[in-house]
């Protein structure tokens, strides 16, 4: 990329400044190094100026220790992706250096602890820029001899503030918000640390870049969270007030949240004994008049399968929340991966259809959620928002909501009403109303809710003709849903040679991989799914206007050799030109890999035929 | 359900203010009569004791004036869990094992309820019995009535966890061999607050029973005794004194409070004691808990919107 600091051309004399439209460092350490908090201040820090940032972590998902890394990418304009090869690596240790040095760029610069990392190999000299810091001496030299590992992170920080001309003042406005409320002293700590760092001179053997300005500012300040407070937040918007839930890796974070943050609300979340009763409690809730929230990953979605069963049969609004890892069984818990689609949408015994939506990235995290709840009491019907490990813990900027106007009230409407049939089978599209316990009903004939098949009332029935045209009701109010979704649109051309397919967290690799391939010269284009079950109308002519569809996903290829999307499009559409590009590694994808596998996929090469 | 409103009006999101409107004419209601609240006509077997039972909550009602709103009633899997279906009021027929947890999502989100949760002894103490443990130890108010028949009734005839040892079903043709629970000890020591003991032959004590649980604010739970006449005849016939057994009220000097002793009491061999062997009127209910928490989150908030709560939030993540 020409606009990024490994070919960078030096500008002006000493110290040289080089203008750069985007930097991609990767922090490579040990979990307990503090590492995610550099990341974590380069990601507030660009929120604040006018850059877009996005983050890529990965977690060790042992307690304590493993090498662990956090890569961060803040560029002046769209960041679509964490990018596929950094400009600078800052490495700890000798295993962070040995590991994921070839993640650099040719030319990029590798920042080392020369107290730890000895072994250069010699090949690798004359391909990067090496710059050994003795960062763990120095450390301790700035903030005193108690501190061992504790707070090279900050002085790191204090490194890459230099580097890349970062402004001083708001860092350390951002240290000082972190830290406060601990001990003063700690505050102090990091701020020498960060001073000492900063103070390093770098001057004789790199240059520093600065990021260009922004062509326009933003009309709305940024804020920058990661995926899983977004969508916490956006539940709360929505107007969640109960959620039940148990531990589980990623999810764990939107259910600390939502038991911290419910209370201020009038809320409450629970921490449920097992994954059975977090969804139990749940449908419980939501039976109670308010459409609340269960969440889990990998195997605790399996275990609420039975009780998803019961919300459809007994057509409750319910929102369960999938922050899929790698599987199946334990799997990969810290890595991410995108295998969990067929379960949402047919998991559990029985015709059993619900709604499975995904959001694309941190900010649509929140719409997403706000978009689930008005879903399912629209079409009194479980919703599942489908994320993954990889929005979940990655941090964006993004404009700030309007709160005013999203924030909404759902509370239930007790008022009396003269008579009740929940399961009308002549009601438009055939959606269910319940009405809450506490609702008085005139006619003194009350309904029940069940997960036996039922007739209008829910009194339970063993009546062929009935059993059918229940299950016809709970079919058609999803084709009544799938006429509303908005259809998707096309990135770049709406007809061409290839057509690139995503759901989920791919988009932002993708969309990137069209610029990339279009400059090139090549015919790609992409599209983006959002709703997955039902699907939107329209895909079958966004379909026909290419030459072939190539759906991108983070799971394996299938016995018959399609991916979970794949699969679904294949088996609703009967296209065999759809297939697949799929990889299980455990990591997002890098653009490149995607335009690779696109290429090598199609014999005519990816130019407009 | 109403649509979603904007918050700016000034309504909260405050999920635990929800209050009940009172119907019309509320002023001198009367009991509902069973005629009101008798639903569907009962699926079980002619002489099934469930009837009993069923018979004495419709005269809870309408002695203790609980309303169709003012009440749920929820049950899991089994004979006994059909209850709901022929009791005309707010109900929900959920999955097996796991009436609890949902009628705790009711109890914890709506407070102008009382949940009654009927079931049999498989959904208490062997597909839910975790359930059981962790919603006695939370004491979430509800009242949970066990129709314990020692087997499996809806499914015919295998054995269940409170089968005792030797009794022949079709998964032990030779007799059980595995020891069975006792839902009185395990209520204790799963740190249940009113735990109860009745007999579906003897109406006005398991009436006595409900309205005490009713009365406990809390977990109260009741193991009421209830005949299988089609695949255990006469397992109680032994605590049925018109079959030549012995009825033994809890004797009257036994400390309620003293959980030591009840747990003694429980451990008597059948047909054992019938009454109130536990109760304790201080612990806490989670409900109460989460009340006082929402209060002191409140109380830094107050005045403001929900969006404006929420607005800190992201003022915080610039």
């Not at chain 1, 599942?384 to 106007?405: H, N």
């Not at chain 2, 006082?292 to 929900?306: E, F, L, M, W």
Request: proline content about 6%.
């Amino acid at each position: 990329m020409s606009d990024s600091i490994a070919t960078a051309t030096p500008t002006g004399g000493t110290p040289k400044v080089s203008k750069i439209q985007e930097a991609i460092i990767r922090i490579a350490g040990n979990s307990q190094d503090g590492i995610q908090a550099i990341g974590g201040f380069l990601a507030r820090l660009a929120g604040r100026s006018e850059q877009e940032v996005m983050t890529f972590m990965t977690i060790p998902s042992t307690i304590s220790g493993g090498p662990s890394i956090f890569q961060v990418r803040v560029g002046t304009g769209e960041v679509l992706s964490s990018g596929d090869d950094a400009d600078v690596l800052l490495a700890f240790y000798q295993h962070s250096y040995d590991d994921h040095v070839a993640s650099l760029k040719k030319g990029g610069i590798v920042l080392y602890d020369s107290d730890h990392v000895s072994e250069i190999p010699e090949e690798n000299k004359s391909v990067y820029r090496h710059v050994p810091i003795p960062i763990s001496g120095l450390t301790v030299e700035a903030i005193g001899g108690t501190a061992k590992d504790k707070g090279k992170n900050i002085f790191a920080l204090g490194l890459l503030a230099k580097m890349f001309d970062l402004n001083i003042p708001k860092l350390e406005k951002l240290i000082n918000e972190r830290f406060t409320g601990k001990d003063n002293s700690i505050a102090q700590n990091a701020l020498m640390a960060f001073h000492a760092g900063y103070g390093y001179s770098l001057g004789g053997i790199i240059e520093t870049f600065q990021f260009a300005e922004a062509q326009k500012a933003k009309e709305r300040p940024q804020v920058v969270m990661n995926g899983n407070e977004a969508l916490g937040y956006g539940l709360i918007a929505a107007g969640v007030r109960f959620g039940a839930g148990y531990p589980i890796t990623p999810w764990s974070d939107i259910m600390e949240l939502l038991r911290r943050e419910l209370p201020k609300y009038g809320g409450t979340f629970v921490q449920c004994e097992d994954e059975i009763a977090s969804v139990s409690m749940a449908i419980g809730a939501s039976y109670g008049g308010r459409v609340a929230v269960t969440g889990s990953s990998g195997p605790g979605v399996s275990l609420k399968t039975e009780a998803l069963g019961w919300a459809v049969m007994a057509e409750m609004p319910l929102i369960i929340i999938d922050v899929q890892r790698g599987g199946p069984s334990t799997g990969m818990p810290t890595n991410v991966e995108q295998s969990d689609l067929n379960i949402a949408c047919f998991g559990g015994h029985g015709d059993s259809p619900r709604v499975v939506i995904a959001p694309a990235d941190v900010e649509d995290c929140f719409y997403t959620a706000i978009e689930a709840v008005n879903i399912a009491r629209k079409f009194s019907v479980p919703v599942i928002l489908l994320t993954d490990q990889g929005i979940a813990t990655r941090i964006e900027a993004f404009s700030e909501p309007d709160l005013e106007k999203i924030c909404q009230d759902i509370s239930p409407d007790l008022s009396p009403r003269p008579d009740h049939k929940p399961y009308d089978l002549n009601a438009p599209d055939g959606i269910t109303r319940h009405l809450a316990p506490g609702t008085p009903i005139l006619s003194g004939k009350y309904p029940i809710t069940t997960g036996l098949e039922h007739d209008e009332m829910g009194h339970p029935t063993g009546s062929p003709k009935l059993h059918a045209s229940m299950t016809a009701k709970r079919r058609m109010k999803l084709q009544a849903l799938s006429r509303e979704l908005p259809r998707p649109r096309v990135y770049g051309p709406p007809e061409g040679n290839i057509l690139l397919v995503g759901w989920g967290s791919t988009q932002g690799p993708i969309k990137e991989a069209v610029e990339r391939a279009r400059k090139a010269g090549d015919s790609v284009s992409a599209v983006h799914i959002k709703y997955l079950f039902p699907l939107p109308e329209g895909l079958d002519e966004i379909f026909a206007a290419f030459n072939h569809v190539f759906v991108v996903e983070m799971n394996d290829e299938g016995l018959y050799g399609y991916g979970q999307l794949a699969g679904l499009l294949r088996a609703r559409f009967c296209d065999p030109k759809i297939r697949g590009i799929n990889k299980v590694d455990g990591l997002t994808w890098k653009v490149r890999d995607i335009l690779d596998r696109a290429e090598s996929a199609v014999s005519h090469g990816m130019k407009k035929l | 359900m109403s649509n979603p409103t904007s918050d700016t009006a000034g309504t909260r999101g405050n999920i635990l203010a929800v209050n009940a409107p009172e119907a019309p004419g509320t002023v001198e209601r009367k009991g509902l009569t069973k005629k009101e609240i008798a639903a569907d006509h009962p699926t079980w077997c002619p002489g099934c004791g469930d009837f009993s039972v069923l018979a004495l909550y419709f005269k809870l009602i309408e002695k203790r004036k609980l309303w169709h709103e003012k009440i749920t009633t929820v049950a899991g899997i089994g004979c006994s869990s059909r209850f709901p279906y022929f009791v005309q009021g707010h109900g929900a027929h959920f999955i097996h094992g796991r009436a609890l947890p949902f009628a705790s999502g009711i109890s914890l989100s709506r407070p102008d309820l009382h949940v009654f949760v009927f079931g049999g002894d498989g959904d208490a103490f062997s597909i839910g019995g975790n359930h059981f443990n962790h919603t006695a130890r939370k004491n979430i108010k509800m009242t949970y009535v066990v129709m314990d028949n020692w087997v499996y009734g809806l499914t015919k005839k295998q054995t269940s966890p409170t089968s005792p040892l030797g009794f022949k079903s079709k998964t032990d043709i030779w007799g059980a061999v595995d020891h069975p629970i006792n839902p009185m000890k395990q209520a204790i020591s799963a740190g249940a607050t009113f735990v109860a003991r009745t007999t579906h032959t003897n109406p006005n004590h398991v009436l006595a029973m409900m309205e005490a649980a009713m009365d406990h604010d809390g977990f109260s739970f009741i193991e009421c005794l209830s005949e299988c006449v089609e695949f255990y005849e006469g397992a109680f016939d032994a605590s049925n004194p018109r079959k030549g057994g012995v009825f033994n009220l809890v004797p009257a000097d036994h400390d309620v409070t003293d959980e030591h002793a009840a747990y003694k009491l429980a451990d008597t061999p059948f047909p054992g004691y019938f009454g109130l062997f536990y109760k304790n009127s201080k612990r806490a209910t989670k409900n109460a808990l989460e009340t006082n928490i929402n209060t002191d989150a409140q109380s830094r908030v107050q005045g403001q919107k929900s969006w404006q709560i929420l607005q800190k939030n992201f003022d915080r993540s610039k």
